[in-house]
Nanobody, 123 residues
Framework: QVQLTESGGGLVQPGDSLRLSCAASGLSLSSYNMAWFRHGPGKEREFLAYIGWRYGSRGHADSVKGRFTISKDNAKNTVYLQMNSLKPEDTATYYC????????????????WGQGTQVTVSS
């Protein structure tokens, strides 16, 4: 049984940093591509970043490039999203997802999803 469990969200002020974690069980990050998405109030679900299973190839959405960084620790079977210089518009529920096909930003191609962790950026 695959389970993805996000953690690390919370209420922060503009300019603060957060690191989200996604612990995977039932699958290995050595075999699955991982990604982060978010869903903000009144917005469409948005791709943020992905990291490949084989070489750790990474990609980030233009909207967060330079502020957000995806990484993973295969030994801990955990993927991370480091978020710096947070803005109010980053307020959303953040989800990690896993898939075993070609690296993609298309959420429909992801097979497994976590339950999400809330990030609220407000002064």
């Amino acid at each position: 049984q695959v389970q993805l469990t996000e953690s690390g969200g919370g209420l922060v002020q503009p300019g603060d940093s957060l690191r989200l974690s996604c612990a995977a069980s039932g699958l290995s990050l050595s075999s699955y591509n991982m990604a982060w998405f978010r869903h903000g109030p009144g917005k469409e679900r948005e791709f943020l970043a992905y990291i490949g299973w084989r070489y750790g190839s990474r990609g980030h959405a233009d909207s967060v490039k330079g502020r957000f960084t995806i990484s993973k620790d295969n030994a801990k079977n955990t993927v991370y999203l480091q978020m710096n210089s947070l803005k109010p518009e980053d307020t959303a529920t953040y989800y990690c997802a896993a898939q075993s096909g070609v690296l993609t930003i298309d959420a429909r191609r992801y097979d497994y999803w976590g339950q999400g962790t809330q990030v609220t950026v407000s002064s």
